[in-house]
């Protein structure tokens, strides 16, 4: 298996047996503190479903915005950003200046720029959506207040008194 951390995809890449990627604490030997265990433990998290993606013959899951729901690339250049080792819009925003030479596409760094704009417009996007939601879950408490409100004055209401006998 080779894996690379999210936020340099192009420069670091680590090849390795998945067996040796597995926790086995009675692998550990002299690891008294569980450090190395803890570890590899949160390693094994973030390979795992994909790793069980492609043993199902799956796509590999994306953590992101997967290059194709933007409109700001052509089929032609998410392909040659996914050879770079680039798989969604939130790495193409995240490139260092280091990495951008090595994407052989035409003003990377205008790309770049778009897909930092597309985040910040779908974030907003839905930040109006769950606003909305709010809005509404707000004034369905505050109807079931104003009824809540009604039925404790009409249970504490004090009663009539009948006629009395003289």
Not at 60 to 65: D, V
């Given at each position: 298996?080779?894996y690379s951390?999210?936020h340099?995809?192009?420069?670091?890449r680590?090849?390795?047996?998945v067996?040796?990627?597995?926790p086995?604490p009675s692998l550990?030997?002299e690891?008294?503190?569980g450090e190395?265990?803890?570890f590899?433990?949160?390693?094994?998290?973030?390979?795992?479903p994909?790793?069980?993606?492609?043993?199902?013959g799956?796509e590999?899951?994306?953590?992101?915005?997967a290059l194709?729901?933007?409109?700001?690339?052509?089929?032609?250049q998410?392909?040659?950003?996914?050879t770079?080792?680039?798989r969604?819009?939130?790495?193409?925003?995240d490139l260092p200046?280091?990495q951008l030479?090595r994407v052989?596409?035409p003003?990377?760094?205008?790309?770049?720029?778009?897909?930092?704009?597309?985040l910040a417009?779908?974030?907003?996007a839905k930040?109006?959506?769950?606003e909305?939601?709010?809005?509404?879950q707000?004034?369905?408490?505050?109807e079931r207040q104003a009824?809540?409100?009604?039925?404790?004055e009409?249970?504490?209401?004090?009663?009539g008194?009948?006629?009395?006998?003289?």
């Open positions: 298996m080779t951390p999210s340099s995809p192009l420069n670091t680590t090849t390795e047996r067996r040796h990627l597995l086995d550990m030997g690891d008294q503190d190395k265990l803890r590899m433990t949160a390693r094994w998290n973030q390979i795992e994909a790793y069980e993606a492609f043993k199902a799956r590999i899951p994306l953590n992101g915005t194709a729901a933007w409109s700001g690339v052509t089929p032609e998410a392909e040659v950003l996914r770079a080792g680039i969604t819009v939130e790495e193409v925003r200046d280091g030479d052989r596409l003003n990377v760094r205008d790309l770049r720029k778009q897909a930092g704009l597309f417009n779908s974030d907003a930040a109006a959506e769950r909305a939601a709010k809005d509404a707000i004034a369905e408490l505050v009824a809540m409100e009604a039925m404790i009409e249970l504490t209401k004090p009663k008194k009948g006629k009395e006998a003289a």
